[in-house]
Each structure stands twice: as C-alpha cells, then as structure tokens.
T-cell receptor, first 114, second 111 residues
Framework: EDKVVQSPLSLVVHEGDTVTLNCSYEVTNFRSLLWYKQEKKAPTFLFMLTSSGIEKKSGRLSSILDKKELFSILNITATQTGDSAIYLCAVEALGASGTYKYIFGTGTRLKVLA | NAGVTQTPKFQVLKTGQSMTLQCAQDMNHNSMYWYRQDPGMGLRLIYYSASEGTTDKGEVPNGYNVSRLNKREFSLRLESAAPSQTSVYFC??????????FGEGSWLTVV
C-alpha cells in the first residue's frame, strides 16, 4: 500500500528560527514529490522534486529529495509569522490501473510566534 | 484566470440525501482528482481520472461515485450522505508529471 508520512505533525517556533520538515514515502513507481503550503483554503504549490540531491530554492524556503532513502526535507530559514500554515507533501505514484495519482501525507502544522 | 472551479462552496445535507459536487478546469489538463480533507488526516484521494472517459478509485472511494463528463469537468456524487462524509472536498487537476492545481474547496456538513 502506498504511504506518505510527514513529521513532525505540528511545530511551534519563534520568528527567526529555522525549521526542517520531513517527508518519507513508500510508493509504487515513484515519479515526483511535491510540497504545498495550505493556509485558509486551497493548497498552493511550493516545489516539485524529481531528482536526488538537487536542491530547489525559493527565497527562504528550500527542499531536497533523497530517492535512495525515500525522503525529502523542506527547510524554512528566518521564519516569519506569515509562514504559519500546514505544509503538505505529495508523491506522484503509479496506480493499480497503470495511471499516475498523487498521494498526500497528513501534513505538518507550523505555527510561528512573533 | 479561473483555473479550477468547484461548486457549491458550502452545503448542509441531511443524512440519506444525495448531492453532486461539480468541478471544472480550464487549463486543458488530462488528469483530475477529488480529495477530502479532515482534521489531522491530510488530503485523502477519493477518485481520480487520468483522461476523459476513465476513472479510478483512490484511497477512500466508498460512498462516492464520479463522472468525467468531458476533459474539463469531473463531478463527485454522494448517493446517500452519511455524517462520516462531513468534510472539506477539494478538486484538483494536473498534467502528467506536472504539479496539480486545486480548487477553493467545498465545505460539506451532513447532519
């Protein structure tokens, strides 16, 4: 059975701290891993990772994938209150009928205190 | 720039009633998805459709049916709603190997 596990489930930090969010997976025929940020409504896209060891970076956020150990991390440096959100990890994997689907983890709820 | 549009945004149903959630995308994507989100459970895949005319079960398909009406539209039907189906429902679409884009969500309460 396909599985995506995120840790920690929740995290409270102070502004300026650095956080690392984890995502591990066990799926059939991995194709890509995606990170999303969810505030009040729909998740918004952050990164898509397909190759091991290549860091993707956007401002204070960065992410990297390890396809050998089957995990990814999302780093946020110098956190701000606006970073407070649920961070979701999704893995694109082959479904039973030979088509691809996206399986999500439970998410990490991050709260940044002023 | 509509992207993915879901209707209705809010709905209250009585146990046993039926309803259909509508979803349309204007990005010419082949794949469309329905997820439900419950507290502490992340997004769970209900059904998905890799192309017009095909549908596949996800992680939690029981109690739901879907129709891929054409390339743009993918509807989710609850035939006999149960309180356990109280949730937020998200429709999403994406091209193969690309990111997926979400609608704004539909808040459903079954009493």
């Amino acid at each position: 059975e396909d599985k995506v596990v995120q840790s920690p489930l929740s995290l409270v930090v102070h502004e300026g701290d650095t956080v690392t969010l984890n995502c591990s997976y066990e799926v059939t025929n991995f194709r890509s891993l995606l990170w999303y940020k969810q505030e009040k409504k729909a998740p918004t896209f952050l990164f898509m990772l397909t190759s091991s060891g290549i860091e993707k970076k956007s401002g204070r956020l960065s992410s990297i994938l390890d396809k050998k150990e089957l995990f990814s991390i999302l780093n946020i440096t110098a956190t701000q209150t606006g970073d407070s959100a649920i961070y979701l990890c999704a893995v694109e994997a082959l479904g039973a009928s030979g088509t691809y689907k996206y399986i999500f983890g439970t998410g990490t709820r991050l709260k940044v205190l002023a | 720039n509509a992207g993915v549009t879901q209707t209705p945004k809010f709905q209250v149903l009585k146990t046993g009633q039926s309803m259909t959630l509508q979803c349309a995308q204007d990005m010419n994507h082949n794949s469309m998805y329905w997820y439900r989100q419950d507290p502490g459970m992340g997004l769970r895949l209900i059904y998905y459709s890799a192309s017009e005319g095909t549908t596949d079960k996800g992680e939690v398909p029981n109690g739901y049916n879907v129709s891929r009406l054409n390339k743009r539209e993918f509807s989710l039907r609850l035939e006999s709603a149960a309180p356990s189906q109280t949730s937020v429902y998200f429709c999403a679409s994406g091209g193969s190997g690309n990111t997926i884009y979400f609608g704004e969500g539909s808040w459903l309460t079954v009493v």
